[in-house]
């Protein structure tokens, strides 16, 4: 790994693609900027927000127009494709990474594509690219056009998609064995971030499904060349993994019901010996309140008795009211 300085402001990496399909060459950080577009062929540049230098660089590099420029250095977070001039620019949502492990935390691509250069700028690292970076270094002989590595990318983050919903579907199943065990369990709270990240997912692939789709529309003096037929594909790919987000995310919010269902039928059931018990104790409270009293000529005041009398009418009043319950059938 080079760990010298980078003469490149907010480089994580470059590398340079050959004309004929050969080797591609990633540039050592101590290469200068004008290393890069030396021979024929295109070049990748993948920089890093983090670095204030970067819009500085940008102002530098030839072929980008100011909206291109704009789009490689927006912090926006939603999903963008133009296509303008032959060149296609935009923003594309993606999976951050860590260094010790994978999250299904969204992060934000901007990328500038034409027919000599695909630079990608990002804040965090990503998952897609980082797939899409040793790929190159197995086979950079796949790379023939810019193009083609924008369509690598977008098929590592169908992958990576297909990844998050396997875990999701495995957290599902998990969730529903709980659901519907005998044994009732509250699983709203674990069941709340499956929800939320499936309904993001969804969301943004819906957007980017729909720019893609415009932007195949295009006109074809607009569009880079070889795009028209990527985006087919892409659109064919994209769509698929939709299917199977849409089903997750039904599947969620089935399961949430199911969860809510179960729950009220607990505090239904719940509400229900509640009011049985209230319907036994009433009739005894009204005599033990009847005799509490501190009124003159109370019943069995007088005499030996009287609190086994008191007993009885209570004992009375229980078989009453459970023979009125059961004769109204709601025992």
Sequence with gaps: ????????????????????????????????????????GFFWLHLSLADAR???????????????????????????????????????????????HETADLGWLHFAISDRFIITTRLQPLRSVERARALIEKNPA????PVDLFETLMIEFQRTLISIVMEMTD???????????????????????????????????RTVLALMRRAAASHDDEMPFGFEDVAGRLTGRLETVDHDIYALQDR????????????????????????IMTAFLLPPTLVTGFFGMNTANLPFAEGSGGTEYAVALIIASILLAWW???RVRIL
């Design 54 to 100: 970067v819009p500085g660089l940008l102002d530098s590099i030839e072929g980008l127009n100011d909206d291109a420029k704009a789009a490689l250095i927006t912090r926006d977070t939603h999903a963008a494709i133009t296509v303008d001039e032959q060149m296609l620019y935009g923003t594309l949502v993606d999976c951050q990474r860590e260094f010790d």
């Design 171 to 205: 957290e599902l199943n998990v969730i529903e064995d709980f659901v519907y065990d005998t044994t009732p369990r509250d699983e709203r709270r674990r069941l709340a971030p499956v929800r939320r990240t499936v309904v993001k997912l969804h969301r943004h692939l």
């Design 252 to 275: 969620a919010r089935l399961l949430h019901e199911e969860i809510d269902s179960k729950l009220s039928s607990e505090t239904n059931r719940h509400l229900y010996i509640l009011s």
């Design 1 to 40: 790994m080079d760990t010298l300085p980078a003469n490149i402001p907010g480089l994580v990496w470059a590398y340079r693609f050959r004309q004929d399909g050969g080797k591609a060459t990633r540039l050592a950080n101590s290469a200068p900027q004008a290393e890069l577009t030396n021979g024929s």
């Design 142 to 145: 796949k790379f023939e056009r």
């Design 324 to 326: 009125l319950l059961k």
